[in-house]
């Protein structure tokens, strides 16, 4: 399943590259949304090996770099980017959210 709403930036499409590179096998980023954190819901960020067979993932593709959003997180990361931010306090992924009201001081969880 693809979607044009959510979007993966050039640099995390680097950065999942990198990090498949370095490990010598194929990675995907799998980005999630959960109860909880200090705002209401937190970002979840894995690296996986394949797509879970059963799920209907959303798959975001760029530049060779794969990206899944399970269904239940692609309603709330609607019109969303994900990216990779490397700065001096430290490099992540991060979503640049639109729908989120606020977010903590982190940058992981977010309210709506």
Request: with cysteine; net charge negative; aromatic share 6%.
């Amino acid at each position: 399943m693809t979607d044009a709403s959510i979007s993966l930036s050039e640099a995390a499409a680097r950065r999942i590259n990198d990090l498949a590179k370095d490990g010598g096998r194929p990675l995907m980023l799998r980005v999630a949304v959960s109860a909880g954190g200090c705002s209401g819901f937190q970002y979840e960020f894995d690296l996986v090996e394949e797509a879970e067979a059963e799920a209907q993932d959303l798959v975001l593709e760029r530049d060779g770099a794969r990206a899944l959003i399970d269904q239940v997180s692609m309603l709330l990361l609607k019109g969303s980017e994900i990216d990779f931010v490397d700065e001096l306090v430290g490099a992540q992924f991060r979503v640049r959210n639109p729908n989120a009201k606020s977010s903590c001081g982190c940058g992981v969880s977010f309210s709506l």
